[in-house]
């Protein structure tokens, strides 16, 4: 068996975080803050401006949704996840009634990767899993097992029924991985609404590895600053601050999961239409959007896409993108040029 060398984050530093956020606090009315580890990462909740008590009450039952999407709805893995159970159905070509939840996941996926010239799917699974994408145990597949997945991460043989049904080609599997935090984001936020906790002036922060919930405001009505990684520098490094008044963040990065074997270096980013991962001369890209499982979805379609393609799709979106090359240049839309500055003078920023 050939060796092969993990190169991952440590949950201490919220395992392939993209942002250190930060954000203080008005007088008086100090953050709460809660963490647990769930879908791989550290999931962190702060509200600031609320009662301490019903914080940290607010903040623990927003953790728990968050683990139980991962394990009773989206997981690909988990033995009690709805969609392990359908990925595993001895007739998944059969039309198969999933939750609502999982419906809108599923059919919102399908739709953002129907941009993406074959290169991304939600029906990704077979080769994720030939890559140990999946459990992380991370090893280059043979070729030979690489051209028999990709004919089966295709979306063409994905069907959904307006009554909620699914039902896919034999062999292939649904993967939700490459939104799965986004839509944790999304939970969370649903969440803090629905709980009418936070006042006119208060805010929530929600991390859930690379990608960030901004709610309402940290102090006083002013932004929250996050810290854009740099893909460069270790995992506490970052290159850019980044000002929001609430919205979704998310990164992909060529940095994000990487191993080695036989002394070359692979990331988890696959372009569906080599079987391998994108070559590219993006090292990240960070998009903001209007939810979690689209700046998870985009940012993973800009990086595998490039620039020029997905700057029309992230206008559809009402989306903004911040593209990192290996060279350090970065390119920003310019929704979103005014909200970041440079903090690394060798990183050279444009406006696209």
Avoid at 13 to 42: D, I, N, T
Avoid at 82 to 108: C, D, G, H, M, Y
Wanted: charge should be negative.
């Amino acid at each position: 068996m050939q060796k092969y060398r993990k190169i991952l984050y440590g949950f201490a530093v919220l395992a392939a975080l993209l942002l250190l956020f930060g954000g203080c606090a008005a007088e008086g009315r100090s953050p709460v803050q809660k963490s647990a580890v769930s879908m791989g990462s550290v999931v962190t909740v702060k509200l600031y401006g609320v009662n301490a008590t019903d914080s940290a009450v607010l903040a623990d039952e927003v953790l728990g949704a968050i683990a139980d999407l991962d394990t009773q709805v989206i997981s690909k893995n988990a033995k009690t996840s709805e969609l392990a159970n359908l990925n595993n159905a001895e007739n998944p070509e059969i039309l198969t009634k999933v939750s609502a939840e999982l419906f809108s996941a599923l059919r919102e996926t399908k739709e953002i990767y129907s941009r993406s010239e074959g290169k991304a799917a939600l029906a990704s699974g077979t080769l994720t899993e030939r890559w140990g994408l999946d459990t992380e145990d991370f090893h280059v597949p043979s070729a030979a097992e690489i051209e028999a997945a990709k004919p089966l991460c295709t979306d063409e043989t994905v069907l959904f029924t307006e009554d909620g049904c699914v039902a896919f080609q034999k062999g292939q599997k649904l993967n939700l991985g490459s939104v799965g935090k986004g839509l944790a984001c999304d939970k969370a936020v649903q969440m803090i609404a629905e709980s009418g906790l936070l006042p006119e002036n208060g805010g929530a922060l929600v991390s859930v590895g690379g990608s960030l919930a901004l709610v309402g405001s940290p102090k006083d009505g002013a932004p929250f600053t996050v810290g854009v990684r740099d893909p460069k520098g270790s995992e506490n490094a970052y290159f850019a601050t980044l000002s929001l008044y609430g919205g979704f963040v998310s990164t992909s990065g060529s940095y994000e999961k990487k191993f080695e074997q036989d002394g070359k270096t692979y990331h988890h980013l696959l372009d569906l239409t080599t079987g391998y991962p994108a070559e590219t001369d993006l090292c990240a890209v960070t998009v903001t959007a209007n939810t979690g499982l689209q700046s998870d979805a985009l940012s993973t379609l800009c990086f595998l896409l490039g620039e020029e393609k997905s700057l029309p799709i992230l206008q559809e979106y009402g989306a903004e993108a911040i593209f990192v090359y290996t060279d350090k240049t970065v390119h920003m839309t310019d929704g979103i040029a005014p909200a970041v500055q440079i903090t690394d003078g060798t990183y050279k920023a444009e406006t696209v």
